[in-house]
């Protein structure tokens, strides 16, 4: 099967969840067999045209715009910038369509990007699946002219699918009930296979809390500051590290340097994907915090657990894994805390004491990530889908 995918600028072989997500299920349909290519921009970090990556081929528009989180200048030449970017991926998708003839489009809804996936399908008369991924879906509604888009995007989709039941429910009364699929984000466990555990380098007295963060408003870090604070004072060898960068992390490192804890916490800039699973393997403790109103199942806590090791997280995210699985227990695979430092800090040294207590977590999060979220599990329940809607169309001509 021909697969094409039409992505915004950091969509691919970039650090965030989404892009992990979406780069390890294009990675598996290759792997599978399959013939994937990709559109996207030109990024800082991303100059070359054309790319080969794990049976994917990888084009990108020659722009490059920055993401538009605030307003700055860089922020406002992308916006005067923007219809000229979405003219020129629509001409280059569309003679790459002419020249490849793909049997679906794949897309990853985020206006207006997702616009170019619309038209195309309806120019080219081919099958389109779309994606809601992240948080952001919930707001995506509100901007300008967009319900008049996302209509017609739900009227073109053979399927549209959601991260879990409660995003489904969100949609459930914008999409109908034949189209609207639920499937999870997957995990690669090949990425962390049982030998990394047995290549430690740290010293025996050394405990090591690590948390991986994109450093934005929807999670929890400066609560995680707070928390690394108390802790030190009662636990002198434990030491802290936060991997990735943000718009959080300036505040978050001037917080520790005002608490008197950057001794104990570490900040590590932004490190490619393949070398997380080192990260976790070398440390003893991981965790993920969020604010209440996020609603998702984060990449991260699906690697850490395929990395055998205890987690710390926060209410809204266990609530959605009991949600999505019955059989789903928090107590038994999640330290589960308020969004509070001092919870924060009691779950730490909890856990520090405890180490049955962190083996017991850690195996039945593992168990649970190699049985539900695997990426081979995960992969052949979209080319299920795959297949389904070729054979739809076939039978419609």
Same mark, same amino acid.
């Given at each position: 099967?021909?697969?094409?995918?039409?992505?915004?600028?950091?969509?691919?072989?970039?650090?965030?969840?989404?892009?992990?997500?979406?780069?390890?299920?294009?990675?598996?349909?290759?792997?599978?067999?399959?013939?994937?290519?990709?559109?996207?921009?030109?990024?800082?970090?991303?100059?070359?045209?054309?790319?080969?990556?794990?049976?994917?081929?990888?084009?990108?528009?020659?722009?490059?715009?920055?993401?538009?989180?605030?307003?700055?200048?860089?922020?406002?030449?992308?916006?005067?910038?923007?219809?000229?970017?979405?003219?020129?991926?629509?001409?280059?998708?569309?003679?790459?369509?002419?020249?490849?003839?793909?049997?679906?489009?794949?897309?990853?809804?985020?206006?207006?990007?997702?616009?170019?996936?619309?038209?195309?399908?309806?120019?080219?008369?081919?099958?389109?699946?779309?994606?809601?991924?992240?948080?952001?879906?919930?707001?995506?509604?509100?901007?300008?002219?967009?319900?008049?888009?996302?209509?017609?995007?739900?009227?073109?989709?053979?399927?549209?699918?959601?991260?879990?039941?409660?995003?489904?429910?969100?949609?459930?009364?914008?999409?109908?009930?034949?189209?609207?699929?639920?499937?999870?984000?997957?995990?690669?466990?090949?990425?962390?296979?049982?030998?990394?555990?047995?290549?430690?380098?740290?010293?025996?007295?050394?405990?090591?809390?690590?948390?991986?963060?994109?450093?934005?408003?929807?999670?929890?870090?400066?609560?995680?500051?707070?928390?690394?604070?108390?802790?030190?004072?009662?636990?002198?060898?434990?030491?802290?590290?936060?991997?990735?960068?943000?718009?959080?992390?300036?505040?978050?490192?001037?917080?520790?340097?005002? =608490?008197? &804890?950057?001794?104990?916490?570490?900040?590590?800039?932004? %490190? *490619?994907? +393949?070398?997380?699973? /080192?990260?976790? $393997?070398?440390?003893? =403790?991981? &965790?993920?915090?969020?604010?209440?109103?996020?609603?998702? %199942? *984060?990449? +991260?806590?699906?690697? /850490?657990?395929? $990395?055998?090791?205890?987690?710390?997280?926060?209410?809204?995210?266990?609530?959605?894994?009991?949600?999505?699985?019955?059989?789903?227990?928090?107590?038994?695979?999640?330290?589960?805390?308020?969004?509070?430092?001092?919870?924060?800090?009691?779950?730490?040294?909890?856990?520090?004491?405890?180490?049955?207590?962190?083996?017991?977590?850690?195996?039945?999060?593992?168990?649970?990530?190699?049985?539900?979220?695997?990426?081979?599990?995960?992969?052949?329940?979209?080319?299920?889908?795959?297949?389904?809607?070729?054979?739809?169309?076939?039978?419609?001509?």
């Amino acid at each position: 099967m021909r697969i094409l995918l039409i992505l915004p600028v950091n969509e691919v072989t970039g650090t965030t969840g989404d892009a992990i997500h979406i780069e390890t299920l294009c990675n598996a349909w290759a792997t599978s067999g399959h013939f994937v290519h990709i559109v996207t921009l030109q990024s800082k970090n991303q100059k070359k045209v054309v790319e080969q990556k794990d049976g994917v081929i990888i084009y990108r528009i020659p722009f490059t715009i920055s993401p538009i989180t605030q307003l700055t200048f860089d922020s406002l030449k992308s916006v005067l910038k923007l219809p000229l970017v979405l003219m020129a991926s629509l001409l280059f998708s569309l003679r790459l369509m002419v020249k490849q003839d793909f049997d679906l489009i794949f897309v990853r809804y985020r206006p207006p990007f997702s616009s170019i996936s619309l038209i195309m399908s309806i120019l080219t008369r081919k099958p389109m699946i779309t994606k809601f991924a992240g948080t952001a879906v919930y707001d995506y509604l509100n901007l300008p002219f967009e319900r008049k888009i996302f209509e017609l995007l739900v009227k073109q989709s053979t399927f549209l699918i959601t991260d879990n039941s409660y995003m489904a429910k969100f949609f459930e009364k914008k999409v109908p009930k034949h189209k609207l699929k639920t499937i999870p984000p997957p995990v690669c466990l090949d990425l962390f296979p049982p030998q990394l555990l047995k290549n430690q380098k740290k010293t025996a007295r050394e405990f090591i809390v690590l948390y991986v963060s994109s450093f934005r408003k929807d999670e929890d870090v400066m609560k995680f500051v707070l928390a690394s604070s108390i802790v030190s004072k009662k636990i002198p060898n434990i030491s802290f590290i936060m991997v990735g960068d943000g718009v959080t992390k300036t505040a978050a490192i001037k917080l520790s340097e005002r =608490l008197g &804890v950057d001794s104990n916490l570490s900040f590590v800039g932004s %490190i *490619p994907h +393949k070398e997380v699973p /080192y990260l976790l $393997a070398n440390s003893d =403790l991981l &965790v993920a915090l969020y604010v209440p109103k996020y609603m998702a %199942i *984060p990449i +991260k806590i699906l690697e /850490y657990g395929a $990395a055998r090791k205890p987690i710390v997280t926060t209410k809204n995210i266990a609530a959605i894994f009991e949600n999505e699985i019955d059989t789903f227990q928090a107590k038994d695979h999640l330290y589960v805390v308020d969004s509070n430092a001092k919870s924060i800090a009691n779950a730490l040294v909890t856990l520090y004491e405890d180490e049955e207590l962190r083996n017991m977590l850690a195996k039945n999060m593992y168990k649970m990530a190699v049985k539900i979220f695997s990426l081979d599990i995960i992969s052949n329940r979209y080319l299920s889908l795959f297949k389904e809607t070729t054979k739809r169309l076939c039978l419609s001509k």
